[in-house]
């Protein structure tokens, strides 16, 4: 027989198009339409609903970015329709391929009950099935026109990402606001060719199953007479039943499909946007589960919920109408879908903390799986916080954005770098936003990696990014694929029934260690620096707050701010979105993000200041008390205590020979040349330089920044090619703080100031960026004479360690990574840190010598970026960062200082020492939250960790009486009763061991 595949193909292709899809809605009559454009931010619905509207015709243009409408459309359904299905078309202006990138709409009655959102991909109101004839019709549009920022263009900078800059040009045309007759029998015939169709072209050509298909759309399309598509509709979908009944094969690949709508809770629209497009998600959703009954939607972000509940209670009445369903499920068990390679340690356990107690308190449900398919790369301390929480597994398939390495597993056991291990699924559908397309399914079934031992895989289906979430299409095809021939199954499953049936079929999948680093967006490390900033600078305040709030309410019956502490852990929280924390979000998202920082940062020192004067005794006795904040004793103050002020020692500063200046203290000597670099950072105790010959140190590099595409989340490794050394110093000299030199730098059209000086064995470098560069990178570079195979950065909970060599291509790809307070390296015996106060991006590369064949290691901080999209002016302005140098230093020192640079020592009037309130007598337990229990019932919550990577014994011991102690999981319930000894209980910490206890008054 001839090969006709083409011919088929295409007049498919060409009558669907053209002749059936039109057929669809085979009769339509105009609506009347009027509008009122609120004048500036959202209004309420009531506000909304009874404005005066104008007329506004069909073709109109309407739509300031970032504004909101409200459209009225009546009308009245004609008589002649009585007995027929009759929907609204209600077409904004959309681009069917930008779901929740443009304009959008939320559909009210009058009286205010929301109906359904309205996006490119779900444009129609049901009216009635059937109508009776003659109903008038009214219903109010809350349309929202968000600008289209991601273009097919992608990537090109523009002012529309903040509306203080986007302008007033209207931004759509009115297209299509109608009502129509719905022919269902047509729009099935529709999802009929559609399935086959797609299902066709992935099959083989040498299978007689693609053949049969082809045969049977051929007949049905011969029977489609197309002056008479409805007519005729019923009976071509005859000539298809035959093949769409033929069930897959025993061994097909099982698709375990959860509706969902990944939400960028901020991204290209600002937080308080997202807030609508999770009322419209939802209203869609909750009508879907209507009439749907085997469709399953899950929902992750406790934050997302919360907004519906707090903004829109009455889509919220009927979300918790369809979760006691159990149709409406609560994934994931975080407040949101955070980054998780910079929150710190304390951070990461609360947005477990916060989201799952907000599920346990609003529907008694506690779910096992960590949701987050969309996030940039996975720290190695997650899996001990996930079990902390009480979690056991986790799904995301962001890792198949990596470039340079495909990895081997779908579905495997992860394990952190204390040793937990997690149940890991990556749908290899390859997308969050799976459309139920057959090309789609195919891929899945294809790529799966563990066929053979395993045969089922999820798939997150439905719009997502901007939210639009499943569709009755898609819902439509999957009960097409629910037992096929050819394809894959595919069953509606809440993630928890996925995992359930994924660990039995797979008692023993493979293992693999380590972070999940995403070769991909490592610039999201560096850009926006303030958003940064205001991150790190956050947790150290809430870790203050929380500590000497708790030590007052102990030691001064003062009370402790549990509503306070709450709704600010929750704003941090929300900021560690993962496109917020990241830098990747519009102008608009990173100028809020800076007020919001330093309103908490204001709130919280008021905490601070409120408790530590509670502590501090007689502000009038002429004494003055430091409290230190940090985890380790620092100047003779116990760890969370508050003792008299010890003076620090004197530094030496002198001119250098040749040039520049010498600092000495008696631990550390510093030459710093004529240029402002530093030549030697020499260890006096172990008579040890740092600095490799001939090269020098807090050297700033600049590097030219256009990656290839996602500016703001991409560096190419290209960025390397050229650098530029900035060796010119304008000024070197002695700074104001005695000590100290001063360094000023001019380079393109920005400046840099330093300051250098020595803090015991730290060289402190505190360096100012007035930033005007564009797509630029700045580096501050330490060439250090060390000789190692690998060096460890902070994560979560503990440290991870990396390659300094690029042996295979896994090593490579990681040539920006993330630390958190401190990077180090050593040798036996010999090592050295650098510890920062708000900077994550870091690069280590390693050269030898020609010299002495010695080995260079050279360990670079990202400080800047310039990318311009989607922020055209992202980073611009002025920045402070801290760094240090800390020749000499163990794993543990680098612990110390790395706390220590970020939590200053705080000076108080006042003249009562304050003793701790928990001390621990083995510095390598690390206390990282010290705070009163969650519950109000007065205990006080100890969590502490093993953070030298080795095992450890320690006593920790209550300043205060302890009359019960309980070991507890990260939202402080019980799981088990150490031994109380007095007021002391003695713990041996496995390496990285989390511990969380419960101490009774
Ligand atoms: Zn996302």
Redesign the pocket.
Known sequence: MHDDRNLVEARLKRVLDERIRPAVYPESVPLEVAVWHAPGEPVPVAEGLSAVPEPIAVGDRWGAPWGTSWFTVTGTVPAEWAGRSVEAILDLGFDENMPGFQCEGLVYRPDGTPVKGLNPRNQWIRVGAPVEGGEEVRLHIEAASNPVILDYHPFLPTTLGDKETAGTEPQYRLARMDLAVFDEAVWQLVIDLEVLGELMRELPVEGARRWEILRAVERALDAVDLQDVNGTAAAAREHLAGVLSTPAEPSAHRISAVGHA?I?SAWLWPLRETVRKVARTTSNMTALLEDEPDFVFAMSQAQQWAWVKEHRPEVWARVTKAVAAGRFVPTGGMWVESDTNMPGSEAMARQFVHGKRFFLDEFGIENDEVWLP?TFGFAAGLPQIIKAAGSKRLLTQKISWSQTNKFPHHTFLWEGIDGTRIFTHFPPVDTYNCSMKGSEIAHAARNFKDKGVARHSLAPTGWG?GGGGTTREMVAKAARLRDLEGSATVTWETPADFFAKAEAEYPNPPVWVGELYLELHRATLTSQAKTKQGNRRSESLLREAELWAATAAVRAGHPYPYEQLDRIWKTVLLHQF??ILPGSSIAWVHREAERTYAAVAEELDGVIDAAQRALAGDPASGGQLVFNSAPHARHGVAAGGAAGPVADSATDLRPRQGGGYVLDNGLLRVEIDEHGLVRSAYDLAAERESVAPGKAANLLQIHPDFPNMWDAWDVDEFYRNTVTDLVDADEVAPGDEPGSVRVVRSFGRSKVVQSLSLSGRRLDISTEVDWHETEKFLKLAFPLDVHAERYASESQYGHAHRATHTNTSWEAAKFEACNHRFVHMEEPGWGVALVNDSTYGHDVTRTVRASDSGTTTTLRVSLLRAPRFPDPETDQGVHRFRHALVPGATIGDAVREGYFINLPERRVPGDAEVAPLVTLDNDAVVVTAVKLADDGSGDVIVRFHEAHGGRAKAKLTAGFPVTGASATDLLERPIAQPRLEGDTISLTLRPFELVTLRLTR
Do not use: R
């Open positions: 990944h960028d969309d990014d993962h496109d």
